[in-house]
């Protein structure tokens, strides 16, 4: 059973706790739409009215909730060959195992790129089959398929090219690998034009003729269906015979879902299932690099979608970013304990300077873009790191609530990256730009691109954004922050996070619960962190013996710094949101509050 699209977000929901606009300056509104929905979703479903409230702001319909709270992966999988190409696309790849022919994978330096290579290598390695692996430098190459390297896997023997996550708009290069003799699989998501490249097969849910459906599908999980269609075919063929033995493919699910989360799609339908599932496989802890890389990262909590998308990821994004991405997929894909360990701690060191060169990045494009009067923000520099761009370009998305190009100049030719808000879709407008030859090179998601732009067409392009943009509404350029349900401390415990947590995995279009409490008083604050960033609080209600503790992350200097200093002097009452969450440093029954946003009362 496949869950529906969720409906198109109404413009302006009802106030939550009468904000119109917190410290941070952002309208606190209700995400869910009929508290008589969320009433009869708790009553029917047996679970309290706060579950029934984060249901419903979900839009998750009855008949869909059980499957929702505990998706298994045999109802929610569809068939592979709905996807358009699917079947050939396998059948191509079966006839080459069976012939012997070298393969070549050609895959992209992002997370989701890494890991759907390495997922792909893996099973052709078990297959009997050692691939060719290219995967581009960032800086020196950029994104997707190119010429040279064409030329060069077509040196190493390449037979037969498969392309991930990238290849559905390199014409040129793709053309080329024809050229030398290759045939071409493509396996992508990005956005596809009506006219596609040289192919033998091209896999992709985002491709104008496929009707699938499966369009929130990121790589990984276009890769995961045909592994599916791909063992399907083999099986069909004998391949299976003697020594040869089908793969588990559940034991791919830990890198499907890495890939899912990481690339920020949509967590709903198989994106969902995928990451539910990979999530308990990597609870095992039986890839060896991943394994590595949590030993790396620290971690004082549960394994969950936040370690995928703000542990892992970022350290293995790091390889691509500052380093080599074959190192990322090196580590993906060893067998070899002490060699896992030793690239762990490299990408962990390689984070750190990504975060170093990040922090004085966002200094320089954010005195850039504070005076800018424009809707679409632009922050350009000589020098910067070409892989910290895109970190930077959604620091001020978030920052400004505007959409967001961060370019980086060598000569008269920039590269760039850019994030958007929801309503302003950055894959059609870089699209558009691109067939009207205002851009070398582009492409990317709704709220996620990338592009190529010279200096005499710059103006033209940023005038283009800027026009596009003129059709917004001003309540899509006021910032929001979405709240599940008003609660009380009364209602808080170790129950209640984990009734929610019924709802996990969380992520894009499927948003961690955040509940708002208000009239409540602070009775202790105190700045912590290494720069004394931090705040933490002890916050207490009128009536209520349980006292809530609470963390206001990266709060010193801001605005909602300034109000819980004041109201934590004056006794002032507040009204604050954020997200429950196990306190791992207290004990397990210990429960406290991550501050996102607060307002006076």
């Not at 950029?142 to 030329?151: F, I, K, L």
């Not at 391949?239 to 879902?257: H, I, K, T, V, Y």
């Not at 802890?285 to 703000?310: M, P, Q, V, Y």
């Not at 580590?331 to 070899?336: E, P």
């Amino acid at each position: 059973m496949q869950q529906p699209a969720p409906a198109t977000v109404a413009s302006q929901r009802p106030l939550v706790l009468g904000v119109e606009r917190s410290a941070s300056g952002k309208r606190w509104e209700f995400r869910g739409q009929s508290a008589r929905q969320a009433e009869y979703l708790a009553q029917r479903l047996g679970v309290s009215a706060t579950l029934g409230a984060v249901l419903e702001a979900r839009q998750i319909d009855p008949d869909y909730a059980p499957h929702f709270l505990e998706p298994r992966l045999r109802e929610l999988m569809p068939d592979p060959s709905c996807l358009r190409d699917m079947d050939t696309a396998a059948d191509l790849l079966a006839q080459a195992l069976i012939a012997g022919q070298k393969i070549a994978l050609f895959g992209d330096y992002d997370v989701d790129g890494m890991s759907s290579t390495a997922m792909l290598r893996k099973a052709l390695l078990d297959f009997g089959s050692a691939p060719l692996v290219y995967l581009p430098d960032r800086q020196t190459e950029g994104y997707g398929p190119n010429v040279a390297a064409m030329e060069t896997l077509a040196e190493q023997g390449a037979e037969l090219l498969i392309t991930i996550d990238c290849g559905v708009s390199a014409f040129e290069a793709l053309e080329r690998a024809r050229e030398l003799g290759m045939q071409v699989l493509v396996l992508d998501h990005h956005k596809a034009d009506a006219l596609l490249p040289a192919h033998d097969a091209l896999v992709n849910p985002n491709r104008l003729d496929d009707d699938s459906g499966l369009g929130y599908l990121c790589a990984g999980g276009v890769v995961f269906l045909f592994l599916v269609a791909l063992q399907r075919r083999l099986k069909a063929l004998d391949f299976f015979q003697g020594d040869r033995r089908p793969l588990d493919l559940r034991n791919a699910l830990d890198l499907a879902a890495l890939a899912t989360v990481c690339d920020v799609v949509p967590l709903v339908g198989l994106n969902r299932v995928l990451v539910k599932q990979g999530l308990a496989v990597l609870a095992q802890r039986e890839n060896l690099g991943l394994n590595a890389l949590l030993d790396c990262s620290r971690l004082h909590e549960a394994i969950n979608a936040s370690t995928l998308g703000f542990q892992l990821g970022p350290r293995l994004n790091a390889a691509g970013r500052i380093g080599s991405a074959g190192l990322g997929l090196e580590l993906l894909t060893t067998n070899d304990s002490a060699r896992a360990q030793t690239i762990a701690q490299m990408l962990d060191r390689q984070n750190d300077e990504r975060k170093a060169l990040e922090a004085a990045m966002i200094e320089q494009a954010d005195a850039q873009v504070a005076g800018q009067s424009g809707r679409f923000l632009v922050a350009q520099h000589e020098d910067w790191h070409e892989g910290v761009i895109g970190i930077v370009a959604g620091r001020l998305k978030e920052r400004y609530h505007r959409p967001a190009l961060v370019l980086t100049w060598n000569g008269d030719l920039a590269k760039g990256s850019a994030r958007s808000i929801p309503g302003f879709d950055l894959g059609a407008l870089v699209l558009q730009a691109k067939h009207r030859g205002m851009l070398e090179s582009g492409g990317g998601h709704a709220m996620a691109a990338g592009l190529s732009v010279t200096r005499a067409k710059l103006p033209e392009f940023l005038a283009f954004a800027e026009d596009m943009m003129s059709g917004l509404s001003e309540e899509t350029l006021v910032p929001r922050l979405g709240v599940d349900a008003v609660i009380g401390l009364s209602s808080i415990s170790m129950r209640l996070i984990d009734e929610v947590g019924q709802a996990a995995p969380f992520g894009q279009a499927n948003p961690e619960p955040r509940f708002a409490l208000s009239a409540l008083t602070i009775e202790h604050l105190a700045a912590v962190g290494a720069g004394k960033e931090h705040f933490r609080l002890r916050l207490s209600q009128a009536g209520q013996r349980f006292k809530l503790k609470a963390m206001a992350f990266r709060a010193a200097g801001t605005p909602s710094g300034q109000v819980l200093q004041a109201a934590a002097r004056s006794g002032e009452a507040i009204a604050v949101a954020g997200h429950l969450r196990a306190d791992a440093w207290s004990g397990p029954q210990s429960v406290q509050l991550l501050l996102d946003d607060v307002a006076t009362a």
